[in-house]
């Protein structure tokens, strides 16, 4: 018992000479338990520098009820109200559709907003993210079904080469199919 309250005292002093905040914790206090019912601790936890507690100062650790896991689950929760407007969010795999580029930079070109360059910056990505929502859902929805049908086409073309030449025409729709597999099935990860 000794031993262990001696490790303790010793990783409190590391903690304290490099500078270290350990943070407030809310649910759970400890967070690791043995299942034998008198085996537990607190384990985990995260260490921040002043620094960090200076520009973030509503910082807390959170423990939930633990799962399946012998550890609960530490999440580092910062109050939300200090970190000012929500950013425009979008999926990653937006860029990777046909034409992304073009309907943005249209967008962006047909707002004349006068004022400041940080001031315009900030407005119009909000102007734009209407129509965006809408041009996303048109390009993205029902991908399972475009891949369905493109992979359909290239078999029937597939087929129609095992028998006889397939026309210059087809030969391009062909590689203009595969290429299109390839970008609706990286899409479709991307979003999923």
Not at 116 to 130: A, D, E, L, S, T
Request: overall charge negative.
């Amino acid at each position: 018992m000794v031993f262990r309250q001696l490790d303790a005292d010793m990783f409190n002093e590391f903690i304290e000479d490099i500078f270290l905040v350990d943070l407030p914790i809310y649910g759970r206090l400890l967070t690791w338990y043995r299942g034998d019912g008198y085996s537990i601790s607190r384990l985990d936890r995260f260490l921040m520098s002043d620094n960090w507690c200076s520009v973030w100062p509503n910082c807390v650790q959170v423990a939930p009820q633990r799962g399946l896991s012998d550890h609960v689950p530490l999440v580092l929760h910062v109050d939300e109200d200090n970190w000012g407007p929500r950013p425009l969010q979008m999926l990653k795999c937006s860029a990777n559709l046909p034409d992304y580029a073009h309907f943005v930079r249209e967008r962006w070109c047909s707002f004349v907003i006068d004022g400041w360059g940080g001031y315009v910056v900030k407005v119009k990505p909000k102007m734009i993210k209407g129509g965006l929502k809408v041009w996303h859902q048109q390009h993205t929805q029902n991908m399972e079904g475009r891949i369905g049908m493109t992979k359909a086409r290239m078999s029937s073309l597939d087929s129609k080469g095992e028998v006889s030449d397939l026309l210059q025409e087809e030969v391009e729709e062909l590689h203009e199919l595969s290429v299109n597999l390839h970008s609706f099935a990286r899409i479709q990860t991307t979003i999923c």
